[in-house]
């Protein structure tokens, strides 16, 4: 069956469309003055529909945006899959304060009702939240791709290290494409005003290149405070390597201050470095 991706034109998407062969149709977006916006498709839709559209800032555009693609392309086709390299609010898969609307099952139903026969995520940042899905997921990871590039940069004496406990699994992932060790820092997070804290006592560090793994970077605190920790230990170049940089604000900024020689992230985002994740995707499409 001929398939036919929808985008916004992103490097991803027609990197996606290209290894399908695919014919790619890209939309215009007109915003009112009132932020309300016009989604305009560019050309014909038929066969089967891949929308390929993360739900990155702002947020709630993005997801709007997603949501009418996705309904548009089930009115012509029978199979619709919503590719989301990036899914929003990820991290909101369970009431962790009394009160809290667990979103995620939210966005699960509006996935569905849109017409999304399959959704495909690219290493989101809780897999709780897919199985509040009432459709098919996958979600696909960019840590061989990642890796892969970190291997081509020769670092010396490689430890990888996650800045959390929860992060431990992703990091020993990535060791392992590596042959390299890994560890993970204990952090502390206080839930209402967000302020992040290192309580390990000790790393070994001292001479060692190190790579902060992590599935995504947004105001960039926990990676700054593991990295300044690291340095505090004598470790000798700290890189950052993540799927999604989101980097908002001065994020970049601080993070370069708190001694990060560089950022390796995928292309799941606009502005995402040059780490290509569509022949993984592609593999998740595909029957």
Do not use: W
Not at 92 to 104: A, K, P
Not at 136 to 149: D, E, F, G, M, S
Request: a positive charge; aromatic letters at 4%; one cysteine or more.
């Amino acid at each position: 069956m001929r398939s036919i991706v929808i985008s916004d034109g992103s490097d991803l998407a027609g990197r996606i469309s290209r290894r399908l062969g695919a014919r790619h149709v890209r939309y215009a977006v007109r915003e009112f003055p009132d932020g309300e916006s016009k989604i305009t498709l560019r050309g014909k839709i038929q066969g089967r529909v891949i929308v390929v559209k993360s739900v990155h800032p702002p947020v709630d555009t993005s997801l709007l945006h997603a949501l009418s693609l996705i309904a548009k392309a089930r009115e012509e086709s029978a199979e619709v899959i919503a590719v989301v390299p990036y899914m929003g609010y990820a991290r909101q898969d369970r009431e962790f304060l009394s009160g809290e609307i667990v979103t995620m099952r939210v966005l699960g139903r509006l996935f569905r009702g849109a017409g999304a026969s399959k959704v495909i995520v690219v290493d989101i940042h809780s897999t709780a939240g897919l199985r509040l899905f009432p459709i098919r997921t996958i979600n696909v990871t960019a840590i061989p791709a990642l890796a892969r590039h970190v291997k081509k940069m020769r670092l010396r004496n490689l430890l990888v290290v996650s800045p959390d406990r929860g992060g431990a699994g992703r990091a020993k992932k990535f060791a392992a494409e590596l042959g390299a060790e890994c560890m993970a820092l204990e952090k502390k997070r206080d839930r209402k005003t967000g302020r992040v804290q290192i309580r390990t006592k000790d790393a070994d560090v001292s001479g060692r290149d190190i790579v902060l793994v992590d599935d995504m970077i947004s105001t960039g605190g926990s990676i700054a405070k593991a990295a300044q920790f690291l340095k505090k230990h004598k470790c000798r170049r700290v890189y950052v390597a993540c799927t999604h940089a989101l980097l908002i604000g001065d994020a970049k900024k601080n993070i370069t201050r708190a001694g990060v020689a560089g950022i390796i992230s995928a292309n799941t985002i606009p502005g995402g470095t040059s780490v290509d994740v569509s022949e993984a995707i592609v593999q998740a499409i595909r029957p």
